[in-house]
């Protein structure tokens, strides 16, 4: 049986309506950053957006998972290991920092507090999976914000809206790097060809290959229309609830351009030797 919800309504708080609470909507949960008015103010420089446990958490996730991904591509005792953990960590860079800085940067783009955290168990996870069979577990954490507890009841479209960008914003920054490394891949294959590959070209195939596989997988990924409107489900779902078209639109190109790789269509895994 579900509880009434009490509506406070937004610039008159004496106003307050009951009603029962629709299954789709969001009810912020509660964590430890705790929502403050006027967050806005704080956000007045870049160095302002982040408190030093976020950058830490940040750090060491996407140094384990590098590492764990690394694993996966090359055998740890051999030198050219060195070769896939740094073409991991700046794939990732992209494909996983830049994912979750979005999601942060957008929804403190609407005044909210928002910060990146690791999960230790699904890190550890990550690497000894990688050790033991081959697979990355890549769940490194979370970009996790709270809204104005009020906004759900008050405004339901505008926060939507408000969610459905806030989501979009990960899988949009994972599509726009695809394209960049598609296109750099390109270039050194157009310029270098693969007859006659040194350890720099090596490298450079790595980074680009590995670069448009992973940032195109994991938009198709993420946009999935999975989960619920609270933070636990991906980020397609936001979007779906939010505008479908957009949904469409940004869920066929990842998972075209993916499924065209998997094919050979384009052949950025044969390259590197995949």
């Given at each position: 049986?579900?509880?009434?919800?009490?509506?406070?309504?937004?610039?008159?708080?004496?106003?307050?309506?009951?009603?029962?609470?629709?299954?789709?909507?969001f009810i912020p949960f509660k964590s430890n950053l705790g929502?403050?008015?006027?967050?806005?103010?704080?956000?007045?420089?870049?160095?302002?957006?982040?408190?030093?446990?976020?950058?830490?958490?940040?750090?060491?996730?996407?140094?384990?998972?590098?590492?764990?991904?690394?694993?996966?591509?090359?055998p740890i005792e051999n030198r050219g290991f060195l070769l896939?953990?740094?073409?991991?960590?700046?794939?990732?860079?992209?494909?996983?920092?830049?994912?979750?800085?979005?999601?942060?940067?957008?929804?403190?783009?609407?005044?909210?507090?928002?910060?990146?955290?690791?999960?230790?168990?699904?890190?550890?996870?990550?690497?000894?999976?990688?050790?033991?069979?081959?697979?990355?577990?890549?769940?490194?954490?979370?970009?996790?914000?709270?809204?104005?507890?009020?906004?759900?009841?008050?405004?339901?479209?505008?926060?939507?809206?408000?969610?459905?960008?806030?989501?979009?914003?990960?899988?949009?920054?994972?599509?726009?790097?695809?394209?960049?490394?598609?296109?750099?891949?390109?270039?050194?294959?157009?310029?270098?060809?693969?007859?006659?590959?040194?350890?720099?070209?090596?490298?450079?195939?790595?980074?680009?290959?590995?670069?448009?596989?992973?940032?195109?997988?994991?938009?198709?990924?993420?946009?999935?229309?999975?989960?619920?409107?609270?933070?636990?489900?991906?980020?397609?779902?936001?979007?779906?609830?939010?505008?479908?078209?957009?949904?469409?639109?940004?869920?066929?190109?990842?998972?075209?351009?993916?499924?065209?790789?998997?094919?050979?269509?384009?052949?950025?895994?044969?390259?590197?030797?995949?």
């Amino acid at each position: 049986m579900q509880k009434d919800v009490k509506i406070v309504k937004r610039g008159n708080p004496s106003v307050r309506i009951y009603r029962k609470k629709k299954p789709w909507e969001f009810i912020p949960f509660k964590s430890n950053l705790g929502f403050e008015t006027g967050n806005k103010k704080r956000f007045r420089n870049f160095a302002a957006r982040f408190s030093m446990k976020e950058i830490e958490d940040i750090l060491i996730a996407w140094v384990a998972l590098s590492f764990a991904f690394a694993i996966v591509l090359y055998p740890i005792e051999n030198r050219g290991f060195l070769l896939y953990f740094f073409a991991a960590f700046i794939v990732l860079g992209a494909a996983f920092i830049l994912h979750e800085l979005m999601h942060k940067f957008i929804a403190q783009s609407y005044g909210y507090e928002a910060q990146f955290r690791m999960f230790p168990f699904f890190l550890v996870l990550a690497v000894v999976m990688a050790l033991l069979v081959g697979l990355v577990f890549a769940l490194p954490g979370a970009t996790i914000f709270e809204p104005d507890p009020r906004e759900p009841y008050t405004d339901p479209k505008g926060f939507t809206e408000r969610y459905g960008k806030i989501s979009l914003a990960g899988p949009l920054i994972d599509i726009v790097a695809g394209f960049v490394f598609l296109g750099l891949f390109f270039l050194i294959y157009n310029l270098v060809g693969t007859s006659s590959i040194s350890l720099l070209t090596a490298f450079g195939y790595t980074v680009t290959g590995l670069g448009t596989f992973i940032s195109f997988y994991l938009a198709a990924f993420n946009m999935l229309p999975i989960g619920s409107i609270s933070f636990i489900g991906l980020d397609g779902y936001k979007v779906w609830m939010w505008n479908k078209i957009y949904w469409a639109v940004f869920f066929i190109i990842p998972v075209a351009i993916t499924v065209l790789i998997y094919l050979g269509y384009i052949p950025v895994l044969g390259v590197v030797g995949l």
